[in-house]
Every structure is written in C-alpha cells, then in structure tokens.
C-alpha cells in the first residue's frame, strides 16, 4: 500500500467514473518508499486521449494549468499539494536539447511501455489506485533497497543530456551509487558534449536540488568530478586539490545549518565553491548557472571580504571595524561562509549581537533633515558633511542625536564652515 492524501480519492473516483484509469508514479512513490515526504504528486491517466478531456474532468477541482501540456503535463494545485497529470505517451527525439522531442499521446499503451521512456528504475514504480497494487517492471524497490541508482532504457535515456545531473543529483540526495553502465554512459555523454545542448537555467536547477536536499552535496560535485562534468563549471577543474576539499567541506557543513533559509544557503554554498576566485573569475562561474545578478553581487561581496574577517579574529576586536564591515556585507553570512571554509569568525559574534548589526549597519544618528534644520540648504557637500559624521559615529564620538548636533557644530567652527552652502 502507498499512503496519499484522502483529497484524492475524489478526483480518482470522477476519473473511474469518465472510464480513466490513475497510476501514482515518479517521485512520490519513490521517497515514501525512503519515508520522504512529498507534496509533488505525479499521476499518469491512462485511457483518455486527450488534454482536453481530462482537462473537463478536473475543472471542478481547481484551476487546470495547461502550460505544460507541450511537454505531456497538466498541472492542479490543490491545497498544498500539486499534482502533474500526463497521459501515457511516446517520445522521438526531432532536436537537440532537454525539449526537442515530438510528443505522441498513446491512451491504449500499456504501463510498462510507457514507463520505459523514463529516466530511472527508482522513478519507474507505480501505484495503482483502484487494485491498490504497486507496479514495478524495472525492478526499482530492489534498486532503492540495495543504494542502486539504474537508468530504465540505455537508448532513451541518452536522448535528454539533462538526465545526467538529475543522475548526479539523485545520487548525491539519496545516497546513492550510480549503476556501472550507468556511469559509463554518463561519461560517454559528458565526452560527447551533450550537455552543451542544455539551457543554463536547466543546468542549474539539478545544481541547485544537489545543494539545497543533499545532506551532503560534496558527493554530487565528486560525482561530476569523476564523469569529467567540471569542464562545464567555469574554472572548477583547475582548483587545487586542497581548495576542492575545503571547498567540499564547507558546503557539506553549509547543507547541515539548520538556522538559515534556502536563499542563504545557495548563496553559501556557491560562495564557498568559488572562495578561491577572483571576481571575474566567481562572475564566469556565476554566469555558466544563472543570469542573477544579486546572487553574483553578494557572492563577490562575501569573498571580498573574507580576508577582512579573519584578520579581525587575529587580533583584537574594534568595534570600529565591526561598524565598517556591516556597511559591506551581511555580517551574518560572512561569519557562516568564515566557520565552513577556515573554522574562523565567530569570535566577533557576541559582539556583533551586541550592537545590534548581524545583519544590518548602524543606522545614522545624524540627518540629511538635521542639517535644514539648521539652516543648511541642501547641496553635494550634504553627503561629505553626512559620511563623516558617519564615520564619526562608528568611531564612537557620539551616541545620540544632542550629541551628533554638537559634533556637527564642532565640525563646522572648526572648518569655518557657514550655515547657507
């Protein structure tokens, strides 16, 4: 028995009712066979010939999204829940690339030919939810149940090039050890190039599934090591051997943090693959994965100021240079990316807390207003006159505003400066 949510049973049984057959298949069978839970529920609708029609039936369900229909796949959203609906199919491959296949619907075809265009005996298992029977013509519980990751059809899988790092990445998730022929065609098909042929925002999504649900991601980036996939990874495959360990350390330690959002750790763990970099160097990494610029921005960001971070802990603290670095950076996640890399930075953290400025600077005592008030009209020398008093503040002088008033008339009698600009 495969336990899903009662919900279903309504939309299966209008299904029964239309004389459609529903098979529970792919990822949600898989991982509450490893005890996973999962809210992604893919259901294959056998005998019915066309979107259109279970596009009918569903309505009342939900909004039907049908986006996905190119690609075989309709999507409801019910509760928390999304369902992809596909209808047994077969593919030809017509063009290179992760979608360059003609898409014939088969609404006669039996289970297990149209399970064999798919990618991996684990995802090949079924559950039917009329006779309550698991179907499995590829042996994937065996598979799952000895840590062996097989691929279904050698000629199929070799058609869509983005199997391999979703090869990669279900190893790295679920502890797996990629079959020997399995392996073997991989390589083939890094040495072919195909890879080239996918979009980078593909790519990157496989990446992202390794960092983000492995419990230790170092066993994916090992694995496209030993395919020869680096050479896809913009300067990878000329680190040094100590800088890869460390750099696999530290995003093993990044995945265990329980504190920090999905955002944070795609940031770190990336931050820490590339410490070695230069900037130009992180931008060519960063640019092969995505065109986000504010991924590249705080990655660089955090490298610059790595070597500022450790040369705090190395001597006595000031509270100065505390107030400076948070000006730079998410002190936060410097001290994160400082303790996986080098095993450094949370010497400043109490401190840090202290001044309230983990994750933001100081906020400036004096302002652009308190200058009109004073009569000042406002002109470029504001912004000298405001970093200054800035600067002055993270040095101490003043701690309120009577006080930041007095340093500003100090400053101005002292510079014999008026009070129209």
Request: with cysteine; aromatic share 10%.
């Amino acid at each position: 028995m495969i336990e899903y949510p009662n919900f279903l049973n309504k939309i299966f049984d209008k299904l029964d009712n239309n004389g459609a057959k529903s098979i529970i298949i792919g990822g949600f069978v898989r991982d509450y066979l490893l005890n996973i839970k999962s809210d992604d529920i893919d259901i294959e609708i056998y005998n019915i010939s066309s979107f259109e029609e279970l596009e009918y039936i569903l309505k009342e369900f939900g909004s039907v999204n049908s986006v996905g229909k190119s690609f075989g796949v309709c999507k409801l959203k019910v509760q928390n829940f999304t369902l992809d609906f596909t209808l047994p199919r077969t593919d030809s491959k017509i063009a290179s690339g992760h979608s360059g296949f003609d898409i014939k619907i088969q609404k006669n075809l039996d289970f297990v030919d149209a399970t064999r265009r798919r990618d991996f005996s684990m995802n090949a298992i079924g559950y039917d939810v009329v006779n309550k029977t698991i179907l499995d013509p590829f042996n994937g519980i065996n598979d799952l149940n000895e840590k062996n990751l097989k691929m279904v059809d050698a000629e199929t899988f070799v058609e869509d090039p983005l199997r391999v790092l979703r090869a990669v990445q279900f190893c790295s998730r679920f502890n797996l050890v990629m079959d020997k022929e399995l392996f073997v065609l991989c390589k083939s098909m890094i040495d072919d190039n195909l890879l080239s042929q996918l979009a980078k925002e593909r790519i990157y999504q496989e990446i992202k599934k390794n960092l983000l649900k492995s419990k230790k991601p170092s066993l994916g980036f090992e694995l496209l090591k030993k395919i020869g996939a680096l050479k896809y990874f913009s300067h990878l495959e000329f680190m040094q051997e100590d800088e890869w360990s460390r750099s696999m350390n530290a995003i093993d330690k990044i995945a265990r943090l329980k504190t920090t959002n999905k955002r944070d750790k795609e940031v770190l763990m990336l931050a820490s693959i590339c410490y070695i970099f230069s900037s130009s160097q992180i931008e060519d990494f960063i640019f092969v994965l995505s065109n986000d610029k504010s991924l590249l921005n705080t990655i660089i960001k955090l490298q610059d100021n790595l070597k500022t971070i450790i040369n705090i802990c190395s001597k006595e603290i000031k509270d100065y240079e505390l107030y400076k670095l948070a000006t730079k950076v998410n002190i936060e996640e410097l001290i994160l990316l400082s303790e996986a890399l080098f095993g450094v930075g949370n010497c400043i953290l109490i401190r840090v807390k202290e001044l309230n400025i983990l994750n933001k600077k100081i906020p400036h005592i004096l302002l652009g207003r308190d200058l009109i008030k004073l009569g000042m009209s406002p002109s470029s020398k504001f912004s000298i006159i405001l970093d200054l008093a800035y600067e002055a503040q993270m040095n101490g002088e003043f701690f309120s505003k009577d006080a930041a008033l007095r340093w500003l008339s100090n400053y101005l009698t002292t510079n014999n400066i008026h009070l129209s600009l």
